[in-house]
Nanobody, 124 residues
Framework: QVQLVESGGGLVQAGGSLRLSCKASGRAFSTYAIGWFRQAPGKEREFAAGISWSGGSTNYADSVKGRFTISRDNAKNTVYLQMNSLKPEDTAVYYC?????????????????WGQGTQVTVSS
């Protein structure tokens, strides 16, 4: 089992960039697929991006495709989410999640470990 801690959130103007980090502790991090999800006030948690255990496969929600990039460094037990060209509608709490068997990275129930979240606020 791994534990996850997100960092890197903050306040940024529209058009700006942020890089979120998801640091894992525990064993066998490299065997987990990782997803980034986000939840805006009053809305359901939604998929943003996902990466396979090896980093060889990535997936993005249509709303972030071309602006966000997910990557991982298994030697550092860390997954990153580079967010560029941020928009006010990207404002949300961002969570990373880990799962062993994730055939569809968009499905929340595939992930059994979640971080506490980091707030991202994009001002117009």
């Amino acid at each position: 089992q791994v534990q996850l801690v997100e960092s890197g959130g903050g306040l940024v103007q529209a058009g700006g960039s942020l890089r979120l980090s998801c640091k894992a502790s525990g064993r066998a991090f490299s065997t987990y697929a990782i997803g980034w999800f986000r939840q805006a006030p009053g809305k359901e948690r939604e998929f943003a991006a996902g990466i396979s255990w090896s980093g060889g496969s990535t997936n993005y929600a249509d709303s972030v495709k071309g602006r966000f990039t997910i990557s991982r460094d298994n030697a550092k037990n860390t997954v990153y989410l580079q967010m560029n060209s941020l928009k006010p509608e990207d404002t949300a709490v961002y969570y990373c999640a880990a799962g062993r068997v994730v055939p569809d990275p968009t499905q929340l129930y595939r992930y059994n470990t979640w971080g506490q979240g980091t707030q991202v606020t994009v001002s117009s």
